[in-house]
């Protein structure tokens, strides 16, 4: 039986990734070097993947893309490929939560126990991140949204050490160095390959997103900056 794959398409942060994946194990990985290069980087590093691995466009069983929260810009170039290779040979598109493989990777980075809490983060400027909170198992415990953080925001959770990673998570630091309940991940873990498990298990389950109508969750509505005009105020 000729060998399927699955494409992983990671662009909810500055630096895009990609990743190819056999029955929930991960084959292939290329991370951009340039932050903020998805427009110009993202199918080159899909095409050199697939040339590397010698294997054709042809045997994709399907493309997961990650859904969001995170960057706008980055979202919207991930799902608009995904969609357009999803449309072009005829396959399932399949939509990975950000934060949900992001808890994947900060998994696989540390060995957590029954009494910890994983709260991947991802940057949405000043003190605002786009959090979730899931259980070591995955579950999850509060679901993805934008959270303004302050020193008192993990305090019903002083029970339990809490581990903390993602692009949100170093400006944090400075809050939470004397907490000693609290460990951060050192990093990144907004990868395409962390997407591979959550993705196999949602294709045997056939847990499709609508390719024609799929938009990605922005974590809060997008709205443009004002304009501004040199010597006006």
């Not at 991370?31 to 590397?52: C, N, R, T, Y």
């Not at 995955?138 to 949204?145: F, G, S, T």
């Not at 997008?222 to 105020?233: A, D, E, N, Q, R």
Request: one cysteine or more.
């Amino acid at each position: 039986m000729e060998q399927e794959f699955i494409l992983h398409i990671e662009t909810a942060t500055p630096v895009c990734s990609i990743a190819i994946s056999s029955m929930g194990k991960v084959i292939e990985e290329f991370v951009a070097d340039v932050e903020m290069s998805h427009a110009s980087e993202l199918m080159p590093l899909i095409d050199d993947a697939f040339k590397k691995q010698n294997i054709s466009k042809d045997s994709l069983i399907a493309v997961s893309v990650s859904s969001g929260p995170g960057s706008y810009t980055g979202l919207r170039i991930g799902v608009s490929t995904a969609k357009g290779i999803c449309y072009a040979l005829g396959i399932p598109l399949i939509a990975v939560g950000s934060l949900h493989s992001a808890a994947w990777g900060m998994k696989e980075f540390l060995n957590a126990n029954n009494n910890e809490l994983l709260i991947p983060m991802i940057d949405a400027r000043r003190m605002e991140v786009f959090a979730a909170i899931y259980d070591n198992s995955l579950n999850e415990i509060k679901a993805p949204h934008p959270w303004i953080i302050d020193q008192d925001s993990l305090a019903e959770f002083a029970d339990k050490t809490i581990i903390i990673g993602g692009t949100g998570a170093e400006k944090l630091k400075p809050l939470y160095s004397s907490f000693k309940n609290i460990v951060f991940v050192e990093g990144n873990v907004h990868k395409a390959s962390f997407a591979a498990g959550i993705a196999y298990n949602k294709f045997v389950n056939s847990d499709f997103a609508d390719t024609a109508y799929f938009e990605p969750d922005y974590g809060k509505d997008f709205v443009p900056g004002k304009p501004t005009i040199k010597g006006l105020k």
